[in-house]
C-alpha cells in the first residue's frame, strides 16, 4: 500500500547529526531502507523536515519504519495512507459502478 511519512525532526538532535557529519549518512539509510517512489526535505512547522511516499507490504514494518526517525533524530512522525492520480479514478470508478 502507498504511504506517506511525513516527519518532523527535533532540532538538537538533527543539528548535532548535521554538525557530526552523520546527518548525510542517516538520510541515505533511511532512504534505502523506504525506497521511495518520493522523498522531499522542507522544514516542518518550524523544524527540519521530511517526506517520503513509498510501498508498505505490511503494517508490521511500521516498528522497523518508525525507530529510526524516532532514535537517530527524536523525530515525530505521521504514516498515512495516500493515492495518486490512478489511484482515485479507480476508486472514483468503483464508487459509479456500486
Known sequence: MRMMLRARLDTQLA????KSGRMPTIMQSLYERLSPEAAYYCP???ARGCTFVFDMQDT????????????ELGAEIDITPVMNRDDLLQGLQTLEQG
Open 15 to 18: 543539528s548535532e547529526a548535521v
Open 44 to 46: 516542518v512547522e518550524g
Open 60 to 71: 508490521s514494518q511500521i516498528p522497523s519504519i518508525a525507530e529510526p526517525f524516532f532514535e
